[in-house]
């Protein structure tokens, strides 16, 4: 389902933010062919190109380990660079890692990485702590920032607190999201 604020997006060509929900929706959809599909073929019907979503890849070397780890490694590397290469790397993993395959008979079995992956206490949800640092990182940062606006110590300290505040909504956020 696409959402009001993501046409309002596309119809404002607003790429940073498009780019923002594409590589949101990929928590959700691990594997690119769902809701990640959807939004970027919303794009394509409304005129928006390819060479409009995706930037020129960076030189940085991408690892293709097959890990949950490295998963959320490149899915943090979209932030500040969003290149086709990074979202084929992506779904080669997410496919690997998360996605149903056929077996011999050919009915689809969910992968057996992801039944590893899902089975194990310890890597139930191997994202969190990344998607938890990340959002901590963020909204500090944002707190900062918008603290520095201001001359006077308290509304620095008021900044920070800000900040503070959002990052525990975040992780509440997050952790709720991890009991589902």
């Known amino acids: ?27 959700f959809d691990r594997t690119l062919t769902n809701q990640f599909q959807e939004l970027r073929n919303y794009c394509l019907e409304q005129g ?26 490149i899915r943090g590397s979209l932030l500040t660079q969003f290149s086709r290469e990074r979202i084929e790397a992506l779904k080669r993993l997410g496919s690997a890692l998360y996605g149903n395959h056929k077996n011999s008979r050919g009915a689809v079995e969910e992968s057996h990485l992801h039944n590893q992956t899902e089975n194990s206490d310890e890597t139930k949800h191997p994202s969190m ?12 940062l944002a707190g900062a920032v918008f603290g520095l606006g201001f001359k006077l110590a308290i509304w620095k300290t008021i900044g920070g607190a800000v900040g503070i505040g959002a990052a525990a909504s975040i992780g509440t956020r997050l952790y709720k999201l991890s009991k589902k």
């Open 1 to 27: 389902m696409i959402s009001e604020e993501f046409i309002k997006a596309v119809n404002e060509r607003n790429i940073d933010d498009i780019r923002s929900f594409l590589s949101s929706s990929i928590s």
């Open 129 to 140: 702590g990344a998607e938890i640092a990340i959002g901590i990182g963020a909204a500090i």
């Open 48 to 73: 928006i190109r390819e060479e409009d979503i995706y930037q020129e890849p960076d030189s940085k070397h991408l690892d293709s380990e097959i890990t949950p780890e490295n998963f959320n490694k």
